[in-house]
């Protein structure tokens, strides 16, 4: 089943104010009794956390955002393809926690959100 596509009518961009983006790392480390701590990767494919803010919001699109992830992705379970921030690829994400809305000028909205790119 394929995943579900950030919708077109949303803002395409984000706020680079708020962008947090933290490559993986997974890797298992290990205390020692001297010296420097042990170091093994656990894994070649990794999540990326990323965090940012969406794009000033109307109200019409922040209702297709909210029916985005409480009906088609089930409150942020299914993973979603959208293109990433900085490299402009396609990229499979998945939320991390809920959606937190910031109001804007004019009755509009943006969303804090709290992603993971998938590998």
Same mark, same amino acid.
């Given at each position: 089943?394929?995943? @579900?596509?950030?919708?077109?009518?949303?803002?395409?961009?984000?706020?680079?104010?708020? %962008?947090?983006?933290? &490559?993986?790392?997974?890797?298992? $480390?290990? +205390?020692?009794?001297?010296?420097?701590?042990?170091? $093994? $990767?656990?894994?070649? +494919? @990794?999540?990326?956390?990323?965090?940012?803010?969406?794009?000033?919001?109307? @109200?019409?699109? @922040?209702?297709?955002?909210?029916?985005? %992830? &409480?009906?088609?992705?089930?409150?942020?379970? &299914?993973?979603?393809?959208?293109?990433?921030?900085?490299?402009?690829?396609?990229?499979? %994400? $998945?939320?991390?926690?809920?959606?937190?809305?910031?109001?804007?000028?004019?009755?509009?909205?943006? %969303?804090?959100?709290?992603?993971?790119? &998938?590998?």
């Amino acid at each position: 089943m394929p995943n @579900a596509v950030w919708p077109p009518s949303l803002p395409q961009f984000v706020e680079i104010d708020g %962008y947090d983006e933290t &490559l993986p790392f997974p890797v298992l $480390r290990t +205390a020692m009794q001297t010296g420097p701590a042990k170091q $093994r $990767r656990t894994s070649t +494919a @990794a999540e990326t956390p990323i965090a940012f803010v969406t794009d000033v919001m109307t @109200a019409e699109q @922040a209702a297709t955002f909210e029916a985005f %992830y &409480l009906v088609t992705l089930l409150t942020g379970a &299914l993973p979603f393809d959208w293109v990433h921030p900085r490299t402009q690829q396609t990229m499979t %994400y $998945r939320f991390t926690a809920g959606p937190k809305p910031v109001p804007a000028k004019g009755g509009r909205v943006r %969303y804090r959100l709290q992603l993971e790119v &998938l590998p």
